[in-house]
């Protein structure tokens, strides 16, 4: 997962770029960077580490220039945290490209064989994103005929490219002495909307970026989202166009997105953030209220941030008392996508505090988005405990997280997924509650048409197993776990186990095989 952000203006946008990067922090902690076009030139700083780590004065005034894009980054599926795999990326030709994308390209490995073998360029990183600007390097080339590059013939390279990549793809590119070009995967798998400031005289600056958050939050005016399938190309006098290059593009976004990527405060497809996790709350307190007694509990209780609009409606809807229980460190990343299970496991604990005051000798509806490893849940739940809790019910607005995602989320192993291969009940005595209730998958979806009813399909695979694309096999999933399956994971994951009991432990072990 990644938040990307593409800028043309009529003034330097390193300080734009930087502030836009800082409202998609949340898209990704693990690294950053900033690239700026100015004349012919590119100028680029990328680093691990957060926005605010990574940026110094001195880098920021090296980045000149009217045009740019930038990136926050976490590791996906099966590649590396290392500051080679940063983005913005570059390739010299043709005019010299940068490139910076949200996603996953599920056939990169065989992409690069044949950029070796036919194109004869040098993949010189494992990052999928290297692959997909060379191809649309090689593209590009193809398509042009003179030294010069139009909206027009760069719409008719991305033809190509579209027929040449898979998978799920929001990317940000600009072209050395021409413009910003950005386009969005067929499926409409990952977000990609559009800004515009209105700068006088018919003149607009223009900004393509992951969530409307970042437009608003740097005082832009959201126009609207990019479709599936469409490109966007503005030039560097700020002249906007746009093509639909796949005509039988459909829209399936990720619901991933709703759950607990994108913060509350965005609107991605015409749907509120805050709207669908309100109407989540609305159908898990209808489950929960069908499935326990619901005058046994005294009080609801969020896991901060992402899962309070939830716990709120839960609270209201079942007429129990809410509280906030637990207390978070902000200055800890997201804990399911921080790379390692040693890592995650010990940052919980620093990430929130439980306030005994709230919890000694009462019954407790914990309500969190999502469960995905058990990790997170085992150790919220134990702290609860610790803090006097008579009785933990844990509820998640999420159903069970029971197959990898593949487009672009870093949760692809199926061992490492608390739900593969289990029941309810066994789940329930992994993370340690007395009572665990889930999200069914059909009001998980029906929450968000019920703010945008015209969305029929979501990718959802990591709740359903259905793969939108079509094409991710079984043995796509093998070699993706078999990537991460080095000694340090294993040891990670060993680490992960040994918090549980030796009964629990013999459980894990006898389900994943």
């Given at each position: 997962?990644c938040g990307?952000?593409?800028?043309v203006?009529?003034d ?6 930087y ?9 990704g902690?693990d690294?950053?960077?900033i ?9 680029m700083?990328?680093?691990?580490g957060?926005v ?6 001195r ?9 740019g894009i930038?990136q ?10 290392s500051?080679?795999?940063a983005?913005p990326f ?17 056939n ?11 194109d004869?360029?040098h ?8 692959v997909?600007?060379?191809v649309?390097?090689?593209e ?9 590059l139009?909206?027009s ?10 027929q040449?990549i898979e ?8 072209i050395?002495?021409y ?5 969005r995967d ?9 800004g515009?400031?209105d700068i006088?005289?018919?003149k607009?600056?223009w900004m393509?970026t992951?969530e409307?958050?970042a437009?608003?939050g740097?005082?832009y005016?959201f126009v ?6 469409e490109?966007?190309f503005v030039?560097l ?8 290059i ?6 399936n976004?990720c619901v ?5 990527l994108?913060r ?6 015409g749907i509120?953030?805050?709207d ?12 929960i209220q069908r499935?326990?007694?619901i005058s046994?509990i005294?009080?609801v ?5 992402s ?5 709120m ?5 079942l ?10 460190n902000?200055?800890?990343g997201?804990?399911?996508i ?6 995650r ?7 929130l505090n439980a306030?005994?005051?709230?919890f000694?000798n009462?019954?407790v509806?914990?309500?969190d988005?999502?469960?995905v ?15 006097g809790?008579?009785?933990v ?7 069970p997280?029971?197959?990898p995602?593949v487009?672009?989320?870093?949760m ?10 289990r029941?309810l ?6 993370i340690?509650?007395d009572?665990l ?8 979806k029906?929450a968000i048409?019920d ?7 979501f990718?959802?695979s ?5 793969y939108?694309?079509?094409n ?11 990537a991460?399956?080095?000694p340090?994971?294993?040891e990670?994951r060993a680490?992960?186990q040994s918090?549980?009991?030796r009964s629990?432990?013999n ?7």
């Open positions: 997962m990307i952000v593409g800028v203006a009529n330097p946008v390193n300080q734009l770029i502030d836009a990067l800082l409202l998609l922090q949340h898209r902690q690294a950053a960077g690239a700026t076009h100015n004349g012919r030139s590119f100028h700083h990328k680093a691990n957060l605010r780590d990574v940026f110094r004065t880098n920021m005034r090296a980045l000149a220039g009217n045009s930038g926050v980054r976490y590791p996906t599926a099966g590649s590396v945290s500051e080679e795999e983005q570059y390739v010299s030709a043709p005019f010299g490209i940068v490139l910076a994308h949200n996603g996953n390209i599920t990169a490995s065989r992409l690069r064989e044949e950029m070796f073998h036919r004869r360029r993949i010189n990183t494992s990052s999928d994103t290297e997909l600007l060379n649309l390097a090689d590009i080339q193809r398509s042009t005929d003179s030294i010069a139009d909206a013939s760069a719409f008719v390279a991305l033809e190509n490219v579209y040449r998978g799920s793809f929001a990317v940000v590119s600009i050395a002495g413009g910003l070009l950005a386009f067929p499926h409409g798998i990952r977000p990609l909307c559009i515009r400031m006088g005289h018919g607009s600056q393509v992951s409307s958050v437009i608003e740097i005082g005016e609207r989202d990019v479709a599936p399938g490109a966007i030039d006098e700020g002249n906007f166009a746009s093509r639909q796949v005509a039988d593009a459909d829209l976004p991933f997105e709703y759950v607990y994108a509350p405060d965005s609107c991605m497809d509120s953030i805050f669908v996790r309100m109407r989540m709350g609305d159908y898990l307190a209808q489950k499935e326990t007694d046994d005294d009080v209780m969020p896991i901060p941030d899962s309070r609009p939830a716990a409606q839960v609270a209201k809807l007429g129990i008392e809410y509280r906030e229980g637990f207390f978070k902000r200055y800890i997201r804990t399911f921080m790379p390692g299970q040693a890592v496991k010990k940052s919980v604990r620093q990430k306030m005994r005051v709230e000694e009462k019954s509806l914990i309500v988005d999502s469960i490893r058990g990790t997170t849940s085992y150790e919220i739940i134990q702290m609860a405990r610790d803090a809790a008579r009785k019910i844990f509820a998640s607005a999420a159903p997280v029971r197959f995602n487009y672009g989320i870093d692809p192993t199926r061992g490492e997924l608390v739900a593969y291969g029941n009940e066994e789940i329930n005595q992994m340690g509650s009572q209730i889930y999200q069914d998958v059909d009001d998980l029906q048409r703010i945008n009813p015209l969305i029929n399909r990718e959802a990591c709740f359903d197993g259905d939108v694309t079509g991710i096999t079984s043995s796509y999933l093998d070699a993706l776990e078999a991460r399956m080095d340090q994971a294993m990670d680490g992960d918090d549980f009991s629990q432990l459980l894990q072990l006898t389900t994943d095989d």
